[in-house]
């Protein structure tokens, strides 16, 4: 492992240690709580666990088609589209499922980071927002995902 996939690893690591947590101790009533409320819909902590479970094994498969080669998402991709169908997707789920696959894309993350080298983290494709991104960016913005909704859902509840 070189210095910066040991950097990312610890990232993703320091990411779930705080994060983790939040997520496998929500009590089913917090289920309910809306988070988000706009014009694309309501979304309740329990659509973020959805969201959460589709979105890292999502990251992770662009980054993985990345670094073979392959398309990381198709020049229409909308991302809009698609994370309103993986909400609705992950409704009959239960929160235990939807915990047991961010852990199992958390653990597929680091051990596909024990495959790259330098040069891998270096590579740059689409990124499902448009954006372009590199193999590196790819894998921090996995944690930094979560992280980022995890605080959202902490506030959510805060607020009752």
């Given at each position: 492992?070189?210095?910066?996939?040991?950097?990312?690893?610890?990232?993703?690591?320091?990411?779930?240690?705080?994060?983790?947590?939040?997520?496998?101790?929500?009590?089913?009533?917090?289920?309910?709580?809306?988070?988000?409320?706009?014009?694309?819909?309501?979304?309740?902590?329990?659509?973020?666990?959805?969201?959460?479970?589709?979105?890292?094994?999502?990251?992770?498969?662009?980054?993985?088609?990345?670094?073979?080669?392959?398309?990381?998402?198709?020049?229409?991709?909308?991302?809009?589209?698609?994370?309103?169908?993986a909400?609705?997707?992950?409704?009959?789920?239960?929160?235990?499922?939807?915990?047991?696959?961010?852990?199992?894309?958390?653990?597929?993350?680091?051990?596909?980071?024990?495959?790259l080298?330098?040069?891998?983290?270096?590579?740059?494709?689409?990124?499902?927002?448009?954006?372009?991104?590199?193999?590196?960016?790819f894998?921090?913005?996995?944690?930094?995902?979560?992280?980022?909704?995890?605080?959202?859902?902490?506030?959510?509840?805060?607020?009752g």
């Amino acid at each position: 492992m070189t210095e910066r996939t040991q950097s990312l690893q610890d990232h993703l690591n320091r990411v779930h240690a705080a994060t983790w947590p939040v997520l496998s101790d929500l009590p089913a009533a917090a289920m309910g709580v809306t988070v988000y409320d706009s014009e694309g819909g309501t979304w309740t902590v329990k659509d973020l666990l959805g969201h959460l479970a589709d979105s890292e094994a999502g990251l992770l498969g662009q980054a993985q088609r990345l670094v073979t080669g392959e398309q990381t998402v198709p020049p229409d991709f909308d991302l809009a589209r698609w994370n309103r169908s993986a909400v609705r997707r992950s409704k009959e789920t239960t929160p235990a499922e939807l915990l047991d696959k961010i852990l199992v894309a958390h653990a597929a993350s680091l051990k596909f980071l024990e495959t790259l080298g330098d040069d891998q983290l270096d590579l740059v494709g689409r990124h499902s927002s448009g954006s372009m991104l590199s193999t590196e960016r790819f894998i921090r913005r996995i944690a930094d995902h979560r992280a980022e909704h995890v605080a959202d859902i902490r506030a959510a509840l805060a607020r009752g």
